[in-house]
């Protein structure tokens, strides 16, 4: 009897969760300007039934979700949203489980939408006949016909409206190529908020939630140096086809990632100069725009040599203040 009970008030909480969830991702949906936040708070619901239930019915309450939000936004929408935002979920609560720290639950999250995405389109295209690529194209062709036509009511001048026309056929034609890193980048920036919530909410309810550690001990993996090497040999030596794609979106995507490296090292720096921690996030924002290619390569720099390491080694060597007055 107690187990039965235990089984009918999981699927409880799990029922109650995956309704939380669906209505999270339709607020997210429907409303403007916040609707995006909120929808960063869809995966936590997922976590809670994983930590409390275990992943199984974690899965259960994703399939569930999903299909109900099919019914609701339609079968293409319900499926990119719930199950990718799901996967999310599914990983952090695992994670918790197992006891990861916060930067493998942030990769796994981030590889797993990916995976998902894929499955996912590949799924339509195959089992339907459905190239939600074209899709998406299609839809972004439309919305900025729709633009420049509102731009020429408006009255803007030919030749802004030509400059708006070429602009627009530009980012069109680009899309396609640029579409894998931004997919990638897109679910890094997405597990990456996913887990900040979920740490804020499971904490509040009790849990044991690891942090990231802090912005300047970010640190880019060594192999990124290969992967970059890779990217720069496959734009020399293929103009076109798969394998520059592939060089293509590998550049972009370790570049971003020396960025931030460089953002990190610069934020090491002045938290040893003593800034406080407000002009240092101002100093960064102000000058990242501008200086993107020198933080970029103070990344590189940082990833290759180790500067901090190097930075902190020597001071290790310094003899303490009392011995050098001494002396």
Same mark, same amino acid.
């Given at each position: 009897?107690?187990?039965?009970?235990?089984?009918?008030?999981?699927?409880?909480?799990?029922?109650?969760?995956?309704?939380?969830?669906?209505?999270?991702? +339709?607020?997210g949906?429907?409303?403007?300007?916040?609707?995006?936040?909120i929808?960063? +708070?869809?995966?936590?619901?997922?976590?809670?039934?994983v930590?409390?239930?275990g992943? /199984?019915?974690?899965?259960?309450?994703?399939?569930?979700a999903?299909?109900?939000?099919?019914m609701?936004?339609?079968?293409v929408?319900g499926?990119l949203?719930? !199950?990718t935002?799901g996967?999310g979920?599914?990983?952090?609560?695992?994670?918790?489980?197992?006891?990861?720290?916060?930067?493998r639950?942030?990769?796994?999250?981030a590889?797993?939408?990916?995976?998902?995405i894929?499955?996912?389109?590949?799924?339509f295209?195959?089992?339907?006949?459905?190239?939600?690529?074209?899709?998406?194209?299609?839809?972004?062709?439309?919305?900025?016909?729709?633009?420049?036509?509102?731009?020429? /009511?408006?009255?803007?001048?030919?030749?802004?409206?030509?400059q708006?026309?070429?602009?627009?056929?530009?980012?069109?034609? +680009?899309? %396609?190529? &640029?579409?894998?890193?931004?997919?990638?980048?897109?679910? &890094?920036?997405?597990?990456?908020?996913?887990?900040?919530?979920?740490?804020?909410?499971?904490?509040r309810?009790?849990?044991?939630?690891p942090?990231?550690?802090?912005?300047?001990?970010?640190?880019? %993996?060594?192999?990124?140096?290969?992967? !970059?090497a890779?990217?720069?040999?496959? /734009?020399?030596?293929?103009?076109?086809?798969?394998?520059?794609?592939?060089? !293509?979106n590998?550049?972009?995507?370790?570049?971003?990632?020396?960025?931030?490296?460089?953002?990190?090292l610069?934020?090491? !720096?002045?938290e040893?100069?003593?800034?406080?921690?407000?002009?240092?996030?101002?100093?960064?924002?102000?000058?990242v725009?501008?200086?993107?290619?020198?933080?970029?390569?103070?990344?590189?720099?940082e990833?290759?040599?180790?500067?901090?390491?190097?930075?902190?080694?020597?001071?290790? /060597?310094?003899?303490?203040?009392?011995?050098?007055?001494?002396?």
């Amino acid at each position: 009897m107690t187990g039965a009970r235990g089984s009918t008030r999981s699927l409880t909480e799990g029922a109650l969760l995956a309704s939380l969830s669906v209505v999270l991702v +339709l607020a997210g949906y429907y409303l403007p300007l916040v609707g995006g936040l909120i929808t960063f +708070l869809w995966p936590v619901p997922i976590a809670v039934v994983v930590l409390r239930h275990g992943l /199984r019915l974690g899965i259960m309450t994703v399939l569930t979700a999903g299909l109900i939000l099919s019914m609701v936004v339609g079968v293409v929408q319900g499926a990119l949203l719930g !199950f990718t935002l799901g996967a999310g979920g599914l990983i952090l609560g695992w994670g918790w489980l197992r006891g990861w720290n916060a930067g493998r639950m942030v990769a796994v999250s981030a590889v797993g939408q990916v995976a998902v995405i894929m499955v996912t389109l590949a799924s339509f295209r195959i089992l339907l006949s459905i190239d939600l690529l074209a899709l998406t194209l299609g839809a972004v062709s439309q919305a900025m016909e729709a633009s420049i036509s509102i731009y020429s /009511r408006l009255g803007v001048s030919g030749y802004e409206l030509g400059q708006m026309e070429a602009l627009a056929a530009a980012v069109i034609e +680009l899309m %396609p190529l &640029v579409l894998p890193s931004g997919v990638v980048l897109g679910s &890094v920036f997405t597990a990456y908020l996913n887990f900040l919530v979920a740490r804020g909410v499971l904490r509040r309810l009790g849990h044991q939630a690891p942090a990231l550690p802090p912005f300047s001990r970010w640190q880019v %993996p060594v192999y990124a140096l290969v992967a !970059f090497a890779a990217s720069l040999t496959l /734009r020399h030596f293929f103009k076109d086809g798969t394998l520059f794609r592939l060089g !293509f979106n590998l550049f972009y995507v370790i570049y971003l990632a020396f960025v931030v490296q460089g953002l990190s090292l610069a934020y090491f !720096f002045l938290e040893r100069l003593s800034v406080p921690r407000a002009f240092r996030v101002i100093i960064l924002v102000v000058t990242v725009l501008r200086m993107e290619h020198i933080y970029a390569l103070a990344g590189l720099v940082e990833v290759g040599l180790g500067v901090r390491a190097i930075v902190e080694a020597r001071d290790a /060597r310094r003899p303490p203040p009392e011995r050098r007055n001494n002396a």
